[in-house]
Nanobody, 114 residues
Framework: QVQLVESGGGLVQAGGSLRLSCTAS????????MGWYRQAPGKQRELVAS???????NYADFVKGRFTISRDNAKNTVYLQMNSLKPEDTAVYYC????????WGQGTQVTVSS
């Protein structure tokens, strides 16, 4: 199985920024559309943003204009730049390949204080 590792989360104040990183084992990330997901306590996991292998992007309405997904295939990494963070962005953030069946990683905690 592919192993996914997320990093870059932390505690920030509302209006602050974070950049999350995700890497997949085996250097196969570059072959796949990748997505960032988040799960807040008591809520379902939801797709935040996705990026195709040729870097076409899509965003959930609740992050448009604030978050940017990107990838660096040479580094086998996908990023999520998160700006203008809001308390409601607080969640565990995960990456995965929407068209695959990879096991979820541990995620990275993002906490936005008010």
């Amino acid at each position: 199985q592919v192993q996914l590792v997320e990093s870059g989360g932390g505690l920030v104040q509302a209006g602050g920024s974070l950049r999350l990183s995700c890497t997949a084992s085996g250097r196969i990330l570059r072959f796949n559309t990748m997505g960032w997901y988040r799960q807040a306590p008591g809520k379902q996991r939801e797709l935040v943003a996705s990026i195709t292998s040729d870097s076409s992007t899509n965003y959930a309405d609740f992050v448009k204009g604030r978050f940017t997904i990107s990838r660096d295939n040479a580094k086998n990494t996908v990023y999520l730049q998160m700006n203008s963070l809001k308390p409601e962005d607080t969640a565990v953030y995960y990456c995965n390949a929407p068209r695959q069946a990879w096991r979820w990683g541990q995620g990275t905690q993002v906490t936005v204080s008010s």
